[in-house]
């Protein structure tokens, strides 16, 4: 069973930086990880991607250039580090995890987080 546990949420002026954490059990079951981000009223918004055998990674548009997502497998941790933040990128983040072969905004993950607030104040 993949458990997922996230930290480094908090809040921050438009233009800071965060980066996230996720910290997993049962890694060797995993093939794909991600990061979804849900604001209040909003849909649930897939971020980041990454297929653990390949390490390749994809993004949504609304972050690209300025998040980054990566693992360490040694220290069983999922990334995201975001950068140059705005205050749209206010919302709820998740980490997310699935052992299938797909990975990407279609694939329907398993296992989730409990979720991290981060805010970004103007």
């Known amino acids: 069973q993949v458990q997922l546990v996230e930290s480094g949420g908090g809040s921050v002026q438009a233009g800071g930086s965060l980066r996230l954490s996720c910290a997993v059990s049962?890694?060797?079951?995993?093939?794909?990880m991600a990061w979804f981000r849900q604001a209040p009223g909003k849909e649930r918004e897939g971020v980041a991607f990454?297929?653990?055998?390949?390490?390749?990674?994809d993004y949504a548009d609304s972050v690209k250039g300025r998040f980054t997502i990566s693992q360490d497998n040694a220290k069983n941790t999922l990334y995201l580090q975001m950068n140059s933040l705005k205050p749209e990128d206010t919302a709820m983040y998740y980490c997310?995890?699935?052992?299938?072969?797909?990975?990407?905004?279609?694939?329907?993950?398993?296992?989730w987080g409990q979720g991290i607030q981060v805010t970004v104040s103007d």
């Open positions: 997310a995890a699935d052992a299938g072969r797909t990975c990407g905004p279609r694939t329907a993950f398993a296992y």
């Open positions: 049962g890694y060797s079951s995993v093939n794909c």
């Open positions: 990454i297929s653990s055998g390949g390490g390749s990674t």
